[in-house]
Structure formats: structure tokens, C-alpha cells
């Protein structure tokens, strides 16, 4: 046990801090911190649980979309046991293609069942392809020992040997692992949740989800997709009519919601032997918790990002309560770090973002700071500028906000970092 961890158990009572900068919840944890949602729950579990229906979960970037399908797929298995095969996949990067992640967890989720999920799940999970077949008319492909022999009028190329990223016919594929699978057990329900989905730009997003059309629909299985449509990101969704059969707004909680969220983070990670004075919001005095939470937006992931650097400085600077002066601090000692880790773009998008009254909003800006956006990311349209500032949205180190507010969809420094000259603590809360 480290110095810091010996410190957090006595002082604190606290064995494990359990706010995530990123990382998904355990399942152990996942029951006890959810909070302020069982209603949007319900609804979700009655969309998908009559029928298979498609489902967005929508809402900007660190409502609590993540954690939210979570306990979707959590409860689903609570109430169906083995009735229901849930898969949950993240569309981790830039360059992933959506049918071949859904053909990723669909593989990983049959493969003890299905021979031909097996061999895709070890192709999909570092085994090289010399060579491949790929069928123009969309018919069958078949794995074989790490490459695709033909059937129906597939054309053979080579290709260097590599990791597979983007399997040939991967729509086609799920399809066919999905209705094997409800021929098996016809009774049993399939969901599949795809995550983060906006790590793509918009127009690869439209395109993505058209193209996965027949797959999303002609068979019994139930999809759960996520979105954080900030901009012009909202019209990848409202153009594609038939796509989703409902979707689930998550929106800003109130701060009475994000109180009892910060309790149930920090009593989920106490210790057995807490004292009876290390309970509820200890080490936060109610004061510096109400404070955290009037600068969090309403949003789970800032309040985690708040609480979980402040409870760092605290920890390292041996702080047995955080008050507001103790928070005042913290603060500027988490602020500075943060800061000075800054790369040279964010400094400069920051710079942009402070000179703005109520916070950035690059649809409505002027032309003369689109220009200066345009020159920090070294894009030249308004659409690759969104996109670049959705991506700084889910980059680890947090440093954007993104809310909406009376319409508009603005961008906001995170409340973590020290006000620039022309701005005061209080404005940026």
C-alpha cells in the first residue's frame, strides 16, 4: 500500500476512489453509483424487450451515455438470465468501420457456439491475412486459416499481410452469424450496443449507419447505438429516417441528481473500517461539493473529472478535509497541471474559446475566428472543425465542455482549468 493510499483509508475512510476519468464502471460497482435514470431505464428496456427495435441513446458528450447502456445490458441480463445474448463494442477509433465492430463482439459473443464466429474472433483479434476474396454481389465468403476462400463470384487479390481492420462483406457476415444464432435458440433475444459512434466525422456516420441499413433491420436482434450530436453532428441523425425505432434523450442532471451521484461514488469505495465521520460526502464538506457540482454542468463525466483530480492534490498534499479553501487549492494546483500538459492546438483553441462571452459556438461564430480555427487545427472547413473539436470532446485529458444551452451548442474550457485574464471564477461556474 502506497503513502497516498494509506493517508485515503485513514483520513478519508475511503479505500478505493472510484471516479473514472474514462474507464468504464465494474460491474460490481455499476448497480451502486447509477444514478437519476431509472426511468429513462425503463423506457429503453420496454423499447428492446417487446420486439427487436433499434435504439439511439442521445445525448452530449459526458451525460452518462456509456454508463446509461451499461445498466441497460445489466438489467436486460438480470431479467432474461440466459434468454438474452448481450454484445457491447466500442467503436475505438478513427479508422473503425462499423460493420466489422459489430461483426467484432457479435464474433466474440458466439464464438464458443458458432465455428465460423470463432475464426472471425481470432481474425478480428490480431490474426494476419496473406490473402483475401472478397465478393462483389455480396455473396457468401468463407474464413479458412486466416484468409477468405471464394464462393459465389468473388475476385481474388493479394495484399501485404496485416491486421484486419475492415472485413470484406462484414454486413453480410453479421447477418449471417445473427440468424444462425436465432436458429439455434429462436427464444433468445440478441442485443447489440455500439458505443462512442461520433469518434467518426459526420458524413462517414450518415454513410455508415445508411450502408448498415438492411443489417440494422432484417433480422431478430435489437441494436443500442450512442451519440453525442454536438453541431452539425445532429443531422447525422435527424436525416436518417427508419434507422432508429425510438431513442432515449439523456440530458444534463440536476444538481440534487449529481449530489447523490458524488455519494454514491464515494460510498461505493470506502472502507470496512470507515468511521462513522467518514461517511457521506467526507472528505468534501457540503460547501466545496456544492461548489464541484455548480461547475460540472450537469454532466457525470465532469464531475468525475472534478472530484477525481481534486481528491489527487488533496491526497498528495495530506489534506484531512476539503472546504472551500482546501478546494480553492486544490483547484489551482489541478488547473496548473493541467495546463502545462496542454499541447500547443488546445492552447490555442482555449485562447479562442476564452474571448467568447458565453462560450464557443462555431456555427454561429464569425467568420474571423472559423478563420483561426481553422489555422490551430489545420483544417479548412466549418464541418472538419467541428469535428476536431468533438474529438478533443472524448481525448483523456478533458480539457472541453460540451453543452447545450437555449438552442445553441457551445463549447466550454474545462471548469478545472485557471480563468484567463478576462474571466472570473464565478462566470466560468
Known sequence: MSEVEKFRREAWGIERVLFRIRRPIDEENLVQVFTARDRELERAIIAIGDAPANLLVNGVFGVGKTVFVQMLLHELKAQYGEDVLCV??????????????????????????????????????????????????????????????????????????RTRKVVPNAAYQVRQLLERAHGRRPGRRLVVAVDDLDKRDPNTVRANLLAARSTLHNHPCSFVFTGHPLGILRDAYSSLGGIFDDRIEL???????????????????????????????????????????????????????????????????????????????????????????????????????????????????????????????????????????????????????????????????????????????????
Not at 484468409?147 to 495484399?159: D, K, L, M, V, Y
Not at 470506502?270 to 455548480?294: C, M, N, V, W, Y
Open 88 to 161: 457491447s463494442e466500442c467503436l475505438d477509433n478513427a479508422d473503425a468501420d462499423l460493420a466489422t465492430t459489430i461483426l467484432r463482439g457479435v464474433s466474440r459473443a458466439l464464438k464458443t457456439e458458432d465455428p465460423e464466429a470463432k475464426d472471425f474472433d481470432d481474425l478480428l483479434t490480431g490474426v494476419e491475412l496473406s490473402s483475401q476474396v472478397a465478393d462483389k454481389d455480396g455473396g457468401s465468403a468463407k474464413l479458412n486459416l486466416g484468409f477468405f476462400e471464394a464462393g459465389g463470384s468473388g475476385e481474388t487479390s493479394a495484399t501485404e499481410s
Open 251 to 429: 440530458g444534463p442532471l440536476p444538481p440534487e441528481s449529481m449530489r447523490e451521484m458524488m455519494l454514491k461514488y464515494l460510498d461505493a469505495g470506502r472502507s470496512p473500517g470507515a468511521l462513522p465521520e467518514q461517511i457521506g460526502l467526507h472528505p468534501f464538506t457540503e460547501d466545496s461539493a456544492q461548489k464541484i457540482i455548480e461547475r460540472s454542468f450537469g454532466l457525470p463525466r465532469v464531475l468525475n473529472v472534478n472530484c477525481y483530480h481534486i481528491l489527487s492534490e488533496a491526497a498528495i498534499s495530506r489534506l484531512p478535509k476539503i472546504g472551500l479553501t482546501e478546494l480553492q487549492q486544490c483547484w489551482q494546483a489541478a488547473g496548473d497541471r493541467l495546463k502545462q500538459a496542454t499541447r500547443a492546438d488546445v492552447r490555442g483553441l482555449l485562447e479562442v474559446i476564452s474571448e467568447q462571452t458565453e462560450g464557443l459556438d462555431p456555427l454561429s461564430a464569425p467568420d474571423d475566428v472559423v478563420d483561426r480555427l481553422g489555422e490551430i487545427f489545420g483544417v479548412n472547413t466549418l464541418e472538419a472543425i467541428v469535428h476536431k473539436l468533438n474529438e478533443l470532446l472524448q481525448s483523456p485529458e478533458g480539457m472541453l465542455v460540451g453543452i447545450e444551452r437555449g438552442g445553441r451548442s457551445l463549447f466550454l474550457s474545462n471548469p478545472l482549468l485557471p480563468p484567463s485574464s478576462n474571466d472570473s471564477t464565478e462566470q466560468q461556474s
